[in-house]
């Protein structure tokens, strides 16, 4: 009788563990997470870059037609304190300034203008302003704003080129206190009164890891990504983001050691520039879309 007991019962629990995985239901996923071991084929430690590496599929989330009058956008900021949008056009002082609140309607008056060639504009949550850089030499500025939020005049804070070139748009490192600016594959800081730090963030464009084997030339990163404009999260462990163009993806990096720690697909139907018409703010992915003159964005 006990030769023919042990066989019944490991049948029956075979049974009972393959009838629960049927009924069991998958959890629904919004991301991807892709997993790199501690270490690689050679036995070194992986340590040096990110052992996960975050996928996420963003969705569009609202847009604002621009006026005519420049190209190229330049930057959309975000305002916590008046909770308003500021979306610059590159090119000309006189090119639009256009201001809108979360639910996309536009407050600026019409004709409202930039006031200078901008470049960068960030939110500064010390000072509480809007400011930014201008083009070449016409230096770093803020709006003096109205009791409504809107701008009176512009005050230029330093005269002359205080970036890598007269094209930079930069973004406030709001951690460190701090501007920063692409600079071919780096990313320079500054200090906020405009003085190089002479601090420089190598960024291994592609790359989880010291052991991922990616490398990314000049030319690969000038025709495959957006090699102007980067944009600042404030995410732990993202804090730096850069477009890649070939790919219609955000990839977010360490900023302390430079390696991809996220990637974020853009669902976007036109052409992704390679030059400007980048932005980040409120949580958003901001594309401008040249041939519609639409800011889109996207989280």
């Given at each position: 009788m006990k030769k023919f007991l042990l066989p019944l019962l490991l049948f029956l629990c075979f049974t009972n563990a393959e009838t629960f995985a049927q009924k069991k239901k998958a959890a629904a996923v919004n991301s991807i997470i892709i997993s790199f071991p501690d270490k690689d084929n050679n036995g070194n430690s992986n340590?040096?870059?990110?052992k996960d590496l975050r996928e996420t599929n963003a969705e569009f989330v609202m847009q604002i037609?621009?006026?005519e009058g420049g190209a190229n956008g330049a930057s959309?900021?975000?305002?916590p304190k008046e909770k308003l949008y500021y979306a610059a056009q590159a090119g000309n002082k006189v090119f639009p300034l256009i201001i809108f609140d979360k639910s996309g309607t536009i407050v600026s008056k019409e004709g409202q203008e930039t006031l200078i060639d901008v470049r960068g504009l960030w939110y500064n949550p010390k000072t509480k302003r809007i400011e930014g850089n201008g083009y070449?030499?016409?230096?770093w500025f803020y709006y003096d704003l109205d009791k409504s939020g809107l701008p009176e005049q512009l005050v230029t804070t330093k005269e002359g080129l205080y970036q890598p070139d007269k094209n930079s748009p930069g973004v406030l490192n709001t951690d460190d206190d701090e501007v920063?600016?692409?600079?071919?594959m780096n990313v320079v800081c500054y200090k906020t009164d405009g003085t190089?730090?002479?601090?420089?963030i190598q960024v291994h464009l592609g790359?989880?890891?010291?052991?991922s084997?990616?490398?990314i030339s000049a030319s690969d990163f000038d025709e495959g990504y957006n090699s102007r404009s980067i944009i600042y999260t404030g995410i732990k462990g993202a804090e730096i983001g850069f477009l890649n163009v070939a790919k219609k993806q955000v990839e977010l990096y360490d900023i302390k050691s430079g390696y991809m720690s996220q990637v974020i697909k853009i669902p976007a139907s036109f052409t992704i520039e390679t030059f400007f018409n980048f932005s980040y703010s409120n949580g958003i992915y901001w594309l401008f879309d040249k041939q519609a003159r639409m800011w889109m964005g996207y989280k």
């Open positions: 340590a040096a870059g990110n037609k621009i006026p959309v900021v975000y305002n070449d030499y016409a230096g920063l600016f692409l600079d071919g190089d730090k002479k601090k420089v790359a989880t890891s010291a052991s084997g990616t490398q």
